[in-house]
């Protein structure tokens, strides 16, 4: 039989931000997502409130990396433009790490910071819940010594929605 220390495990502060996690995670799944998104070239995968609202939340989760380095952004986004066909949002947020740190690769939970400004464009009229979604996303990290200029392009699925 193996036993398993899980306070070794998890000390008191790992134990901290993964309740911080799971938290986020929750709120997450119990906002009610209006939208769904993937961009297939960054391997993120997006879950939004109600994208249609002037002010939304994105959240996104890194899909393309081993669990160590797994990231999670939290997005809040305004729009500022938005017409039966197309949107123009802009947003800010933080991207964490909490996996990193939870497998002892990083000790910083925050990775950096990013500033978001995207379209989400309805290309076909009979399918008008899909939209092709482009973003510029400058990207520092925490301590603000780098960056780069990121792009994401990818699908959205925003549910029940009929204009």
Known sequence: MIKVNFQFLFPD????????FLV????SVTANAQSIGYYPWNGLLSVSTNPIKPVWLDVR????????SLSTEILPMVNLSRKENYQVYLGGGIRFNFIGVLANQTNNIVEGYSLNIGTRVAPFKSVPNVRVAFEL?????RKFDS????SNLGVVYT?????
């Open 137 to 141: 996303a400058p990207y520092v990290v």
């Open 147 to 150: 960056g780069v200029l990121k």
């Open 24 to 27: 986020l995670f929750g709120l």
């Open 61 to 68: 989760l890194q899909t393309n990396t081993l669990f160590g």
């Open 159 to 163: 549910f029940g929605r009929k204009e």
């Open 13 to 20: 502060q790992k134990r901290r931000w993964s309740g911080i």
